[in-house]
């Protein structure tokens, strides 16, 4: 048995050597690392009506001012609860001194906002035109709802992510390094880009018309997108 033992290890030290000769010849080539990004997007119908309305007057006194304007903020209040489809919400409210040509304060000059938002545009519209009795109408802006963009991005997350192994599978061939693996993804989106609508008018005083025409919207579209970004390598 002893001799056995003695003879066996010359042959386990020369196998051990022909191994290490042999490892720097077969070494795997580096790999390649890849920083690639891809985005999808979906058009979608506007959902969603942000408005602001507001009122502006100038009176000789401070108080008298802030009556009116006050006056005005809770009869929108009043209308808006007609219209519990449509959210009204405080916007700017401030005030500031008129000088006279010998710089005395003449009067006072104010100004106070509301907010609408809704989803049901034949109400807002509606609750709209009757605040335009007593109101201007800043701007109407029209958007993809919240609710409406998370649920379709969950939808083009697999889209964005198929199209950057779509690129990483290309550059592969092209590379003769068919293997990929995903080292790093990073997903977010952006914004759509939407041009508010937006609609003035001209001053007037609170009965200057006994009715306004409820007006007639074309919400039109907007075009979510959402990007991906990854580390690839190739092997």
Avoid at 68 to 78: E, G, H, Q
Avoid at 155 to 170: V, Y
Avoid at 194 to 202: E, G, Q, T
């Amino acid at each position: 048995m002893s001799l056995f033992l003695r003879s066996s290890r010359p042959l386990l030290l020369g196998v051990t050597l022909l191994l290490s000769q042999l490892a720097p010849a077969q070494a795997a080539e580096p790999a390649t690392l890849l920083n690639l990004s891809a985005s999808a997007q979906r058009e979608l119908p506007n959902d969603q009506l942000n408005a602001t309305l507001y009122i502006q007057e100038r009176q000789p006194q401070a108080a008298q001012l802030a009556d009116k304007l006050n006056r005005a903020l809770n009869r929108a209040k009043a209308d808006a609860a007609g219209y519990p489809k449509v959210t009204i919400s405080s916007g700017n409210y401030h005030s500031w001194p008129g000088y006279d040509k010998s710089g005395k304060i003449s009067g006072w000059q104010g100004r106070a906002d509301i907010r609408l938002h809704s989803r049901d545009f034949a109400a807002a519209a509606e609750l709209i035109a009757q605040l335009q009795k007593y109101m201007l109408l800043e701007g109407v802006q029209f958007s993809v709802a919240d609710s409406t963009r998370k649920a379709t991005e969950q939808t083009l997350i697999p889209e964005a992510i198929a199209l950057l192994l779509q690129q990483a599978t290309a550059a592969g061939k092209a590379l003769g390094k068919p293997q990929q693996q995903v080292r790093e993804l990073t997903i977010g989106e952006s914004q759509p880009n939407m041009p508010p609508l937006l609609m003035r008018a001209k001053a007037m005083t609170a009965d200057a018309v006994a009715e306004v025409t409820t007006p007639e919207w074309q919400p039109g579209k907007s075009s979510i997108q959402l990007n991906v970004s990854g580390r690839i390598e190739l092997q």
